[in-house]
Structure formats: C-alpha cells, structure tokens
C-alpha cells in the first residue's frame, strides 16, 4: 500500500477531513500492534509512531493513500493503567467514530495472536456484523509462535469470527518477517477499489 503523507490527528470524528470517499481503519486493543502493521503496511519505518508502553496512539490518526483514500490509526482500547475518565473518552471516540463514519468501508482488526478475541474485540466483530462492514482481522506478532501453533491459532479463532461475522477474513500477520504482509495488502487494497 503506497502511502502518500501523514494528513492530521484528531482527537475526535469532527476534527476529521471530510467524510467522502473510502477509509479503511486499523482497530485493536492497546498494544496489539496496530501502529507496527500500518507502518509494515505502508512500507514505511515512522509513518505510525509504535511504542512499548501501551496507549501510544490517543488520537485518531490519518494517513492518506491517494485522493479520498485513507487510513486510519485508531487509539487502542482496553488498556487498564489508563485513569477512567481518558478510557471513557477514548471509547467515545472510536464508538463515535465507528457509527458515524459514512467513508469507513473497511475494518482491520489487529489482536495479539497470543491473546485474542477478548470482550471488546468480541463486541466490535459483533458490531461491524451488524453495521455489514467487512472485517480483516490480523493475528499479531505470529512470530512469536512456532508454525504449527501458530496455524491452530488462525483455524481456532477463524471459526469462531466466522460465528459472529458473515464477511470476516483472519490471517496470521508479523510486522516482524513480514507473514501474511502479502494477503493483508491484498485484502485492505480491494476494498479501495470502486
Ligand atoms: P497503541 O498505539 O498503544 O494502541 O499500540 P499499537 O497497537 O499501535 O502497538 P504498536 O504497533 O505500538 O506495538 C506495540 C509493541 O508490540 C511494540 O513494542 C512493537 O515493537 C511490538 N510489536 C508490534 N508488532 C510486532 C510483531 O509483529 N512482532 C513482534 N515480535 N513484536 C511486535
Ligand atoms: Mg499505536
């Protein structure tokens, strides 16, 4: 995915570009490596700062791939050490965001292949099924399983998306060897096409 520039953080939906054209956002909680995968995404090193302490991205990121085409770096959720009160405005963005959002034609949910499917990513695939936006979900750091658990993994928690979700797709993904770089670009670039 060939990114032309940075374009804006917004700390909320009204501080975004105007809601026309096609948006694919990268969802996830705390940690997960959304960032890393937007920047392996992109090709890029720096495009989305990442960082070891979770709750790195607070803002909703932009990234432009062409004219009305572009990504989105959402905050993540459900790390605990955040005082409540940004928590609560965190999950009001990206609930804002997520149900208000006419571009946003495109989830990538990132979980840790580790830990996945918790609450609130159980709760934003039952969302997006309901909201019929179709759903990539990237297993995370898939290098830090061997092959074959790696592989049950993706089976294990394929089957179960595929129960709450009609048009849901998961993949394992490392930012790291670059497993599953090449589906992930296919999957995201289809849904810019139109
Ligand atoms: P927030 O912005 O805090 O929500 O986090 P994020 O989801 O954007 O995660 P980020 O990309 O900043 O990565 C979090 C940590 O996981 C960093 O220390 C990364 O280096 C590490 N990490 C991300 N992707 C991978 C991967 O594929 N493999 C391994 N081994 N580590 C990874
Ligand atoms: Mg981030």
Request: positive net charge; contains cysteine; glycine residues 4%.
């Amino acid at each position: 995915l060939h990114v032309a520039k940075f374009e804006l953080s917004a700390p909320d939906i009204r501080r975004l570009p105007a809601d026309s054209g096609i948006e694919v956002a990268f969802a996830g909680r705390s940690n997960a490596g959304k960032s890393s995968a937007l920047n392996t995404l992109t090709n890029q090193k720096a495009l989305a700062r990442t960082s070891k302490t979770p709750g790195r991205t607070q803002l909703i990121n932009v990234f432009d791939i062409r004219e009305n085409r572009r990504l989105i770096d959402l905050p993540g959720y459900g790390f605990a050490k955040v005082p409540l009160e940004m928590k609560k405005k965190w999950q009001k963005a990206l609930a804002e965001y997520l149900e208000k959002r006419m571009s946003l034609k495109g989830l990538v949910l990132l979980m840790d292949i580790r830990h996945p499917l918790k609450d609130l990513d159980v709760d934003l695939i039952n969302w997006a099924n309901d909201s019929q936006l179709p759903t990539l979900v990237l297993l995370t750091k898939a290098d830090k399983l061997k092959p074959g658990k790696r592989n049950s993994e993706v089976l294990q928690v394929r089957k179960k998306c595929l129960t709450m979700h009609d048009n849901i797709k998961v993949q394992a993904f490392s930012s790291l060897t670059k497993v599953g770089l090449e589906q992930a670009t296919a999957a995201i670039s289809d849904w810019f096409i139109n």
